[in-house]
């Protein structure tokens, strides 16, 4: 048994409910590896977690992503040994010195792929990887929307339908941001605070409406993005960071012009481990050699979280914020 210090919630709600304490760390199970922490990531997701939406007994260890070095195996485990350099998502309770992970949720990280970039890359990376490889693979010549476009994720998809050949046309809330987009490799940008008829502005940029529209945002954008689509366009819903979409009449997407609409998640994308493998080993090839580049936009200490968590939340980040503990 070792002892690591954590970001812990105590009960859910706001980011006051975060606390730095130390807790007590068993030694891996059997098909688990523990992992002395160099990064962990910051998401909307542990926001989500945080606030009760996807209810966790208390007190609980925030974080679902990190990277750093191996420093036990469990037993069974084959294809990770102590020294290695990992890197993980989507495996609770990361935001500690020490982390038990089961070995099926790991992935090595590449010589010249640093830790904290690649704690940065695997929910927002993946997330794009399979977004624009898979849920619609962009195309040449292709015409993609995506919003909140200097975000995480946002930055990410911009770079990647850029190499892929596609046009794209970002959103986001300031002139800041939407510099950001540019100089990520977008061809319009729009202020979705300033601008009245966001749809409109849309489909005049895009020349007459997007093959894709990326999605994150939800509630708010979610109209728009739907009568920004070019006949038999896919609207791509992958988050809510305004909020849930309400329900949704199927008939709007036969007037909208035969319309697709899909709400993938990076769960289902991953699942197998050879999949998992080939995706994460793909995007940190892009990141390797610079054809994909992660912008951090903060490093915090474990014991300023809640004010990571309340940048995001209060729309004052570009790019990814990690924790280094
Ligand atoms: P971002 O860095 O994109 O931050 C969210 C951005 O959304 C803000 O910076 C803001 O940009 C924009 N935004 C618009 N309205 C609001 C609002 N009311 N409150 C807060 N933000 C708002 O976050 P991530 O890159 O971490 O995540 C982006 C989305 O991707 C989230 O919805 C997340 O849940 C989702 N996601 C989905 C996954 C999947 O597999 N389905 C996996 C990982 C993430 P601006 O100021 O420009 O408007």
């Known amino acids: 048994m070792s002892t690591a210090r954590a970001v812990v919630v105590t009960e859910p709600g706001d980011t006051s409910v975060l606390e730095v304490l130390e807790r007590e760390v068993p030694e891996p199970a059997p098909g688990e590896v523990q992992v002395e922490l160099a990064a962990a990531g910051v998401n909307f997701y542990d926001v989500y977690v945080r606030q009760g939406v996807y209810p966790t007994p208390t007190p609980f260890v925030l974080g679902n992503e990190g990277s750093g070095t191996v420093v036990a195996v469990g037993a069974g485990v084959e294809d990770v040994a ?12 990361s935001q500690a010195t020490l982390v038990n ?10 010589d010249g792929v640093d830790l904290v970039d690649a704690a940065a890359a695997m929910l927002q990376g993946l997330t794009a990887h399979y977004l624009v490889t898979s849920t619609y693979p ?13 975000g995480g994720v946002g930055q990410l998809l911009v770079q990647m339908i850029r190499n892929r050949g596609g046009i794209v046309v970002a959103t986001a809330g300031s002139e800041e941001k939407l510099a950001i987009a540019r100089g990520r490799g977008a061809r319009h940008t729009i202020n979705y605070r300033e601008v009245g008829d966001l749809a409109a502005a849309i489909r005049e940029a895009a020349g007459g409406g997007v093959h894709v529209a990326y999605d994150g945002v939800g509630k708010d954008t979610f109209d728009a993005s739907l009568a920004s689509l070019r006949r038999r366009g896919m609207l791509v819903l992958f988050g809510g960071a305004s909020g849930q979409v309400p329900p949704f009449d199927l008939q709007r997407l036969n007037s909208a012009g035969s319309v697709y609409v899909t709400r993938p998640s990076l769960a289902h994308y991953v699942e197998e481990r050879d999949e998992f493998l080939s995706r994460s080993a793909e995007l940190f090839e892009w990141i390797r050699t610079g054809a994909v580049e992660l912008s951090i936009g903060g490093r915090f200490p474990f014991a300023r979280a809640a004010e990571a968590y309340d940048a995001l939340e209060g729309r004052r980040t570009t790019g990814k914020l990690v924790l280094i503990p």
């Open 82 to 93: 102590v020294g290695d350099r990992v890197a993980w998502g989507q495996s609770g309770s």
């Open 101 to 110: 992970v089961p070995a099926a949720k790991v992935v090595p990280v590449p």
């Open 138 to 150: 962009v195309r040449e010549g292709d015409v993609a929307l995506v919003h909140a476009a200097a």
